[in-house]
């Protein structure tokens, strides 16, 4: 992957006058949708401004340092993300779904089928400490047959009058 140029500017700026133009076309209509546009052009400034300051100080070693090590975490997250793929590719792709817990912490669910039987794969998401990626740190893999009974035990366990009979 490459390092964001001036290319990578002029798109986002054309990207960012296209919103500003939405928004003054909207300025009347939909104030949730022209808040978001807002808050994307907001996000828009913030990304061009770090890449013109990477761009400015390209020549600092403690900035080529971290650009180099940027490119050997992307080539490894790449060969990681690729033998996940072949590993989901075993079975029929059912599909993803994604449980948000906090800012910096969500879940993905992935559901598949092989040979007849519905499994779930469950990933823990992290965001990492650079606030711009996330890694996966968590895999669990399942037969949702499993998963239910998992469940069912839960619910017995949570249920009003498990827990009246545990007190007595």
Same mark, same amino acid.
């Given at each position: 992957? %490459? ?22 076309? !909207?300025?009347?209509? !939909? +104030? +949730?949708? %022209?808040?978001? &546009? ?11 401004? &770090?890449?013109?300051?990477?761009? +400015? !100080?390209? *020549? !600092?070693? $403690? ?8 490119? =050997? ?12 793929? $072949?590993?989901?590719?075993?079975? $029929? ?63 017995? $366990?949570? *249920?009003?009058? =498990? ?6």
């Amino acid at each position: 992957m %490459n390092m964001p140029d001036l290319k990578t500017l002029k798109i986002l700026e054309k990207r960012k006058n296209y919103l500003i133009e939405k928004v003054k076309n !909207n300025i009347e209509r !939909n +104030n +949730n949708k %022209n808040l978001h &546009f807002l808050n994307e052009i907001r996000a828009l400034e913030k990304a061009m401004n &770090f890449i013109k300051w990477i761009i +400015n !100080n390209a *020549s !600092n070693d $403690i900035v080529q340092g971290i650009i180099e090590r940027y490119k =050997c975490e992307e080539k490894h997250d790449e060969e990681e993300t690729i033998d996940e793929e $072949i590993e989901k590719e075993k079975g $029929i792709f059912k599909g993803i779904l994604h449980e948000k817990f906090t800012n910096k912490r969500k879940l993905e669910i992935t559901i598949t089928e092989y040979d007849g039987v519905n499994y779930i794969f469950l990933e823990q998401i992290v965001l990492k400490q650079d606030m711009i990626r996330w890694k996966k740190t968590a895999k669990i893999r399942m037969s949702l047959h499993k998963m239910e009974r998992i469940l069912k035990r839960v619910h017995e $366990i949570t *249920s009003p009058s =498990c827990i009246k009979t545990a007190k007595m």
